[in-house]
């Protein structure tokens, strides 16, 4: 069954930090990667990572978000760091079993399971 659960939203003031984690099952996934949606906007890709561990981001988060990935935990973590009003939106964890980003980067179209999101909040 495949299943990818995210945990570690919250609200958070600006500045402040929070973990994003996303357990996986069912498939051994090749690529992952986190997106996030705000009210009234579009999704965006945040950041993903491939399975040799390369990593990209989004301009927006650069230098403030770190991807990561335990593969013995079948994890994805997301580590937000100075946090900002701007940064608030529902956060999603995406998988695929295809070996590349077949569309390039942070492009959701590239994965074809989901979680069910999770709230962040960061308040000013």
């Known amino acids: 069954q495949v299943q990818l659960v995210e945990s570690g939203g919250g609200s958070v003031q600006a500045g402040g930090s929070l973990r994003l984690s996303c357990t996986a099952s069912?498939?051994?996934?090749?690529?992952m990667g986190w997106f996030r949606q705000a009210p009234g906007k579009e999704r965006e890709g945040v950041a993903d990572?491939?399975?040799?561990?390369?990593?990209k981001y989004a301009d927006s988060v650069k230098g403030r978000f770190t991807i990561s990935k335990d593969n013995a935990k079948n994890t994805l973590y997301l580590q937000m760091n100075s946090l900002k009003p701007d940064d608030t939106a529902i956060y999603y964890c995406a998988a695929d079993t295809s070996p590349w980003f077949r569309l390039g980067h942070l492009r959701a179209a590239n994965f074809g399971y989901w979680g069910q999101g999770t709230q962040v909040t960061v308040s000013s």
């Open positions: 990572i491939d399975r040799d561990g390369s990593t």
């Open positions: 069912g498939y051994t996934y090749s690529i």
